[in-house]
């Protein structure tokens, strides 16, 4: 099938260069259509079938002779194609045919097409020209001339060379360069086409002239783009025509002679000086040299004279092309060239013919070399990085490589026949060479390359041997230069690059070759010497180098120590290479150089390419610095971690040396090529003497996380790869020692010598050594009497702890007895009384421990584990005989033993058998009568109990699960009984007490009606708890356990008591052990031999005795005072065991009324009894207060409450004032037994009595006055205060007002704070006045501000400031007053966070309780809130305040949070920062809204206003809005005027009917108020002037704008002013009220001229603004009197 001739040449040439890949692709896939590929996949190796070639040449010629875009569009529509068809005629009967219509046409189809498709056009035709031209020269490429193949010249389809030569000369540069590579291949591929036979007639029309056309190009080109193709295609003829001359054909013996080879020299020099056109010279700049090579001999003509050889020229054009080069990057690629050509044409021998170089035109050619030396070094920039740096780099290369050439062509071989021998002499000598390098300007950048390129000449010349001498005398004169200048400088020292040039010229020339250098070249030589040797280069030169780059230029400090150890190998003999090297050591360590810096140096020193140079540098002051060095490091080490030192003055003064020690260290040892150990074997020796020092210091903690042991990690590394240097006993020494210390050194150790696992015998024998080494280490640390400050207790404790993890991380199985904890150290930890020291470093071990599965394998597995825990479990126990702790913080210890092990359920099993130990354990103490071991021992087996029994198991009275009726309240949720085991859920809605004290309910269960009901159908539970709890197991464990108890430390014990008066600690003890059979395991048995009844019986016994002797109460004080305790103790009070919430009496079903009754007889018979203070007396007392506080709680009928009350308070009056804290805090358990009871029995109401109030005064007194109160007796108290705030809030205030003073001392105490605030708080709200204006006296601190504040004002302001402090000081005591005046000023910078947070709370909380004394004067009396706030504007305690305050509030608070809650009596804990200055911030606005708006406008941080203008937008606004309409609606003094308002609209309206006048007015409070000014509008009144109620308005606002007043008080104020002037009394003229908003007094100074009377205060404010003293009406003098 025919295939259009257009397509097929359309399509060859897309495939090959159309610049759209995807056409390419299919015009590609197209033409492997037309003709089979075989396994060919690449379209350019593939020739082409005739058919195709045929229609591409047929197309070419087509598309080649269109000369405008507008001819191609007829030739790219495709028409039918005939091999035999003559292609030529077709188009000239085409062309004459559309000849006349061309003519017609042409005007119309120029005005049809627009300028977008003329540029269409014309992208199209070069696209299409471009795409022939590459398809052109593929077909060439693909079926290159042969022998056998016709010529191409012969082919008549074939382009005619005119078109070619058209195109060459196009104006587009794209067509021209394309036309330039096919003109190339054509050299290549078809040189018929540029290379014609002698006979030239046959194909003169497909010739084209390369050799008259060439100049031409050359001379025209214009275009960068195009050179490197045009400057290819000249290459690529020149070596056409190369190949003719050198195969010698005879039609044409001499190429050359058709191309005039004088203007080709003079055009391709010329676009050289244009450097082509600013094309890239990496690109053209290495075809160059070829085509100088190329070119024939011979010289350039100039009329009769000659000028320089052809090649001479071109260089001459080439080097003057730099100066037209684009960058540094062209520029030095144009240097490389030239230094290339010319060292070619040095080295070049001449041919026999033709004209040889002159010795000027030789002499051109070393001078061009030597410019291009000096313009690389001089003129050329940095290397840097990137292209430019690249080609810096060849050039450097280049120059490096010829010099070395012509170095060695330079040498004389008996021929003169190359351009370098006939100018050696100029080229090597002071003024070639020489003067080049040394007329260098002396900079770093010059510097670095003189570096470069002696680097490259040496790696040209390797062995020093093969460096000819030419170059040697000018690297000399080199060498000299450096070192004058380098001399000439201040400091006398060379920079970094000098250094490494100095380096390079010892390496290049040898230091024989340098040394000694003249005097005439040296500054700073001897005046006795007339030169300087390599020695004394050394010790002078080289030392000043190395100490001055030391401090200035760490980075040369290598470069140095490497041309010391080349200049000390040249020093012969051996002993006197040492001496110098010696001498500089010594220098370097008296001038105390940085050992980092002799670091760096030795490792440049000691090896150099694989070579070691550690026989060198080892010698014997190098050892004796290695070994003082060491010695204060280690020195410096310990005393870092000697807890005991206090570095003073007094402290001998230490050689500290700088730097690096542990990286000096490592290089001594030859850490940086791991064979190169510079000191000798004795100084390792010390060095692992003075690491392993063994310190009995119990102050000397050496645990170090960071590794910081600079030279144990050193010789541990060294063990690792050095078998020889330490022994097997030194590295154990070592380890243990890493072990020590810890952290990263240890964890390194244990991986270098795989401690953790067995790898052989030698390594199992190593590790072996270790474990036993650490395990003896650490029994004898614990065995240790433990430091006396806790701090270093705390921190010896965790060092021990660390130490012992880190031994059982190596061990397969360890336990406790492993490092040394057994029975023998907890029994001498118990004798020495450091329970403190056990607990803490058990603790400290179990927390190390990853799982507490872990902790429990090792503290609970063994069979000597039990007794182990049990005598842990005593040791710890807190042994303090007092009763200021309660049982849970003496048994905080073991709580937290328990809950590490994993809580009470893992150790259940576990401790069953511990309990057992236990109790014989303890058994052993009562016999022994050891006192301390016997409470621990007792407090260790309550705590076990609880473990093994976590809640106690009763069936008596119902169980557990019953409801006591008195304990019910209303609004309570229970659970009631309508079936047997059917319960629902009920709530309490009424308690019945008609038929008291048999009560009964109403009740209302969920989603049904009222009923009521009786107490015995309510339980607590939703199930029956002791069914649910009693099993066969549990029962049977509870009471194997309370028999075994009851057998082994009661029964033996019980005889005692009654022989003995006196309660011994095995009777306590035995009391005690039945409170825990009671209390925490429970009696589940009845009848004759149960624990029950032996416990009742015990019991019974007692009481019975007990009642004997009060009843011969002389005779036996001491007797009942006993009985008394161990009653108290075995029913729950519980000292050193766990007390009993409600007693052990309904277990027993034991009655207290017997013993009630004869202790309220007793006392009411003998009240004297009360008035006793003698110390058995005290003792009895004690006993019967401990007895109340476990049965008082017993007692339901309010008859026996109410004598009770009197016998406890009257006890407690006895007994307080011996401010005895034991005593106080049984006192304080006993009135707390008594609130509780009081509350459960209905008909006891709470009474203010005289001595209620007074014993709470006297604890109150034990609270301010105790010194280190515990937790326990501050705990107490605030139960009892939380009761008497709500219920009796009389008895606090009186003891809060009597102790105000000290009250505000304890809230900088963080445990007395909560109880200390909320005294202080109850006493701001209820206080009155503290004294009265007459009697008051104004505290010293303040007299002094006051004077200082009166200096500056006249006589009126100084009195009146002097009656608002009085005023002030009347409220506010002399320390409130003080501690404002000292807000913001404890700033010590010594003081932790901790502490300053504490004061800062402080701080806060007085404000807030000032705030509150604050409000509660404004609401007494409005003007309190006017003279307090001039006192607080003299202070500038609000500003303070506030920023103290925003530093710590959060202001994003929740506008529904209660932020009142963080100071109310019901929050549980200490106060929060955070939440405490969020509050004060709140209160401070709403108190305070004048002097708050003014802090804000003059000096509220910035970044702080945003936050609290949206803070008082959504809290403060709303909620001051809502408590002030409150207030107002509790107003009772409003009289006939009513007031109403929104917190929606944000508006209080009052109306006030005032004769036949209603007056109006609306507050308007705008939602950032006081940051903004509330609006007061009085335009509804009726019957009243304009001017009087803006008057008023103008009022109102001033009240609330400027003078911190309420809403209230402006309401209040502006009835006051309307009852006044409907009186007949007329305004002040200056504030526009009749009575003064600060003092509510009348107008009382009158004008003698005007008569108008004004308030004092406002007439003074006038006289001090204006300036003058005249009336403000007649502005007359004043002259005035006072009226009433």
Not at 151 to 177: C, I, K, N, P, W
Not at 1063 to 1086: D, K, M, R, T
Not at 1222 to 1228: A, E, K
Not at 1637 to 1665: A, D, E, G, V, Y
């Amino acid at each position: 099938m025919p295939v259009a001739a257009t397509t097929v040449g359309m399509a060859w040439g897309a495939s090959r260069g159309d610049p759209s890949s995807e056409v390419a692709r299919f015009a590609g896939e197209f033409v492997k259509e037309l003709f089979p590929m075989g396994n060919s996949q690449n379209l350019s190796s593939v020739r082409a079938p005739s058919t195709v070639r045929l229609a591409v040449l047929h197309y070419s010629s087509l598309v080649l002779g269109c000369k405008r875009a507008s001819a191609l569009q007829d030739v790219i529509n495709p028409v039918s194609f005939s091999p035999n068809a003559n292609s030529e005629n077709q188009t000239d009967e085409k062309d004459k045919k559309d000849k006349g219509q061309k003519s017609t046409k042409s005007m119309d189809s120029a005005a049809a097409v627009s300028e977008l498709e003329r540029e269409e056009m014309e992208e199209r035709y070069e696209r299409v020209v471009l795409s022939v031209l590459i398809g052109l020269g593929s077909l060439v490429e693909c079926e290159p001339e042969n022998e056998k193949s016709q010529h191409y010249a012969t082919d008549e389809s074939f382009l005619d060379a005119s078109t070619v030569v058209r195109l060459m000369q196009s104006s587009r540069g794209s067509f021209r360069r394309e036309c330039y590579n096919l003109v190339g291949k054509f050299c290549q591929f078809a040189p018929s086409l540029v290379m014609p036979p002698a006979d030239e007639t046959a194909w003169s029309s497909k010739l084209i002239s390369l050799a008259t056309l060439i100049p031409n190009l050359l001379s025209s080109e214009k275009d960068p783009s195009n050179f490197v193709s045009l400057l290819e295609l000249i290459l690529t003829y020149l070596s056409v025509l190369r190949g003719l001359e050198s195969a010698g054909r005879e039609e044409n013996t001499n190429p050359w002679e058709s191309i005039d080879a004088s203007t080709f020299t003079k055009s391709l020099s010329k676009a050289l000086r244009r450097a082509c056109c600013g094309a890239p010279a990496a690109n053209w700049g290495p075809m160059i040299l070829p085509i100088v090579a190329t070119l024939p001999q011979g010289e350039v003509e100039k009329g009769e004279k000659t000028d320089h050889p052809f090649a001479l020229v071109v260089v001459e054009g080439l080097w003057e092309g730099r100066k037209s080069a684009v960058g540094a990057m062209d520029t030095a690629a144009i240097l490389s060239s030239v230094a290339e050509c010319v060292t070619y044409l040095m080295l070049r021998r001449p041919s026999n013919s033709g004209t040889t170089f002159t010795i000027e035109s030789w002499t051109a050619c070393g001078q061009f070399f030597l410019d291009c030396l000096s313009h690389f070094l001089n003129e050329s920039p940095d290397s840097g990085f990137g292209p430019g740096a690249s080609s810096l780099d060849e050039l450097c290369t280049t120059i490096a490589r010829d010099l070395t050439r012509l170095d060695a062509a330079s040498v004389d071989d008996g021929t003169n026949d190359r351009g370098i021998t006939q100018i050696k002499s100029f080229l090597w000598s002071d003024n070639g060479i020489q003067k080049t390098l040394l007329s260098t300007k002396r900079e770093r950048r010059t510097d670095q390359k003189l570096i470069r390129l002696m680097r490259n000449i040496m790696s040209l010349t390797e062995n020093t041997e093969q460096r000819s001498s030419h170059l040697m005398p000018s690297i000399k004169a080199l060498f000299s230069e450096v070192l004058v200048y380098s001399d000439s400088r201040d400091n006398k020292s060379c920079t970094k690059e000098e250094v490494e040039l100095i380096l390079n010229i010892i390496q290049f020339c040898g230091a024989q070759t340098l040394f000694p250098i003249q005097k005439a070249t040296v500054v700073h030589s001897d005046a006795n010497q007339n030169s300087l040797s390599l020695e004394q280069f050394c010790v002078n030169n080289l030392i000043r180098w190395i100490l001055i780059h030391a401090k200035a230029l760490p980075a040369a400090i290598p470069t140095d120590f490497t041309i010391g150890k080349w200049l000390l190998l040249s020093i012969q003999p051996l002993h006197q290479q040492r001496q110098v090297w010696e001498t500089i050591l010594r220098e370097l360590i008296k001038a105390y150089c940085d050992v980092s810096t002799l670091a760096t140096g030795l490792c440049a020193m000691a090896s150099e390419n694989g070579k070691s140079y550690a026989d060198l540098i080892r010698c014997r002051t190098l050892d004796q610095f290695a070994i003082e060095v060491s010695s204060t490091v280690m020195d410096n080490f310990r005393r870092s971690h000697d807890l005991s030192h206090q570095p003073d003055d007094s402290d001998e003064p230490v050689v500290s040396y700088q730097g690096d020690m542990s990286f000096f260290f490592n290089t001594c040892v030859g850490m940086f090529d791991r064979k190169s150990i510079l000191v000798s074997s004795s100084v390792i020796r010390h060095w692992v003497s003075l690491c392993c020092y063994e310190s009995k210091s119990d102050r000397l903690i050496l645990d170090d996380d960071e590794g910081s042991n600079s030279l144990l990690k050193t010789l541990l590394l060294l063990g690792t790869y050095s078998e020889h240097v330490l022994t097997r006993d030194e590295l154990v020494k070592l380890v243990i020692q890493s072990w020590i210390e810890g952290g990263l050194i240890w964890h390194q150790a244990v991986k270098d010598y795989n401690l953790m696992v067995d790898s052989g015998d030698e390594q199992r024998l190593m590790r072996d050594e270790i474990i036993s080494a650490a395990s003896l280490l650490l029994k004898e640390d614990i065995r240790r009497k433990p430091p006396s400050d806790h701090a270093v207790m705390e921190l010896t404790c965790q060092s021990w702890s660390n130490k012992a993890v880190r031994l059982l991380d190596i061990l397969k199985t360890g336990s406790l007895q492993n490092i040394g904890i057994d029975v023998d150290l907890c029994e001498k930890i118990r004798q020495r009384n450091d329970a403190e020291f056990l607990f803490l470093t058990l603790m400290y071990l179990l927390h190390s421990v990853d799982s507490s599965t872990r902790c429990r394998e090792l503290l609970l597995s063994g069979s000597t584990n039990q007794e182990l825990f049990v005598k842990i479990h005593s040791s710890i126990a807190d042994p303090d005989n007092t009763l200021l702790q309660s049982f849970q913080h003496r048994t905080r210890r073991n709580t937290q033993l328990v809950d590490i092990l994993g809580g009470a359920t893992a150790l259940t099993e576990f401790v069953q058998n511990c309990v057992v130990q236990c109790v014989d354990l303890l058994a052993s103490y009562m016999k022994a009568d050891e006192r301390v071991a016997c409470n621990q021992t007792l407090t260790a087996l309550s705590c076990l109990v609880s473990i093994l029994f976590p809640s106690k198991l009763s069936i008596v009275s119902g169980g557990d699960d019953s409801i006591f009726a008195e304990d019910v309240k209303e609004g309570d949720s229970v659970w009631y009984e309508k079936a047997e085991g059917v319960r629902v859920k009920a709530t309490i809605v009424k308690v019945h007490t008609d038929d008291f004290p048999n009560l009964y309910f109403t009740i209302k269960e969920e989603n049904s009606q009222e009923r009521q009901t009786v107490p015995n159908r309510l339980r607590r539970n939703p199930v029956d708890s002791c069914k649910v709890q009693l099993n066969e197991d549990n029962a049977t464990n509870r009471e194997v356990m309370g028999r075994y108890i009851l057998d082994r430390l009661v029964t033996p014990f019980i005889p005692k008591l009654h022989i003995h008066a006196d309660l011994s600690i095995q009777n306590e003890v035995s009391a005690e052990c039945i409170s825990i059979v009671l209390s925490q395991i429970g009696v589940l048995s009845f009848g004759i031999g149960s624990v029950r009844y032996e416990i009742f019986q015990i019991v019974s016994s007692l009481e019975r005795s007990l009642c004997e002797v009060i009843r011969n109460f002389n005779q036996h004080l001491e007797q009942a005072s006993s009985i008394l305790r161990f009653i108290a103790l075995a029913m729950g009070y519980g000292r050193f065991t766990l007390s009993s919430v409600r007693g052990n009496f309904a277990d027993l079903n034991l009655s207290t009324d017997g013993i009630f009754t004869c202790l309220l007889d007793l006392y009411d018979d003998h009240s004297s009894l009360l008035r006793e203070r003698t110390t058995p007396m005290k003792s009895f007392h004690l006993s019967v207060v401990m007895w109340l506080a476990v049965a008082t709680n017993e007692v339901r009928l309010g008859d026996i409450l109410q004598r009770l009350s009197a016998l406890i308070f009257f006890i407690c009056d006895v007994l307080l004032p011996d401010h005895d804290a034991d005593s106080s805090m049984i006192l304080m358990k006993t009135i707390i037994a008594f609130q509780d009871a009081s509350k459960k029995c209905i008909d006891y109401s709470s009474v203010d009595s005289a001595h209620e109030k007074l014993v709470f005064e006297k604890i109150t007194r034990c609270f301010v006055s105790m010194q280190k109160a515990s937790t326990s007796w501050v705990e107490t108290y605030a139960q009892i205060l939380k009761h008497y705030v709500k219920e009796v809030p009389g008895i606090v205030l009186h003891a809060a007002s009597t102790f105000s003073d000290d009250l505000y001392g304890c809230l900088r105490f963080p445990m007395k704070r909560w109880c200390a605030f909320q005294l202080l708080m109850l006493r701001a709200k209820g206080i009155k006045s503290i004294n009265s204006l007459e009697n008051v006296a104004i505290p010293p601190s303040t007299e002094v501000l006051l004077l200082d504040w009166k200096a500056d004002l006249d006589e009126e302001e100084a009195f009146e400031l002097e009656s608002d402090v009085r005023v002030a000081s009347s409220w506010l005591s002399g320390t409130m007053m003080t501690l404002l005046q000292d807000i913001g000023q404890c700033t010590a910078s010594s003081l932790t966070k901790y502490e300053r947070d504490t004061i800062k709370l402080g701080e806060i909380l007085v404000w807030v309780l000032f705030l509150e004394i604050f409000d509660n004067a404004g609401a007494i009396d409005m003007r309190n809130r006017s003279s307090i706030s001039a006192l607080l504007q003299k202070t500038k305690a609000t500003g303070t305040m506030m920023n103290l305050t925003l530093q710590e509030a959060d202001l994003d608070i929740g506008r529904k949070e209660n932020i009142f809650e963080c100071i109310s009596p019901d929050c549980n804990g200490d106060f929060v920062l955070r939440e405490v200055a969020t509050l004060a911030v709140f209160r401070t606005i709403e108190s305070l809204p004048t002097l708050v708006k003014s802090w804000f406008n003059d000096e509220c941080p910035r970044y702080s206003q945003h936050k609290l203008i949206t803070f008082v937008e959504n809290k403060v606004a709303p909620e001051t809005l809502q408590r002030e309409l409150a207030r107002i609606k509790d107003a009772t003094s409003f009289g006939d005027m009513s007031v109403s308002g929104s917190t929606v609209s944000r508006e209080v309206v009052a109306t006030y009917q005032q004769d036949e006048c209603q007056l109006s007015v609306t507050i308007r409070i705008p939602s950032t108020f006081p940051l903004r000014n509330v609006e007061v509008d009085c335009q509804k009144t009726l019957g009243i002037a304009e001017k009087r109620w803006r008057r008023w308005a103008l009022n109102i606002m001033m009240m609330l704008n400027n003078q911190d007043g309420s809403i209230l008080d402006a309401l209040l104020l502006w009835k006051e002013n309307v009852d006044k002037e409907f009186d007949g009394v007329e305004p002040c003229p200056v504030c526009y009220s009749v009575l003064c908003i600060k003092t509510h007094s009348m107008p009382n100074l009158q004008c003698k001229t005007c008569n108008n009377r004004f308030h004092s205060l406002c007439l003074h404010k006038w006289f001090h603004s204006s300036g003058k003293s005249n009336c403000v009406l007649c502005q007359q003098p004043w002259s005035g009197i006072k009226v009433a």
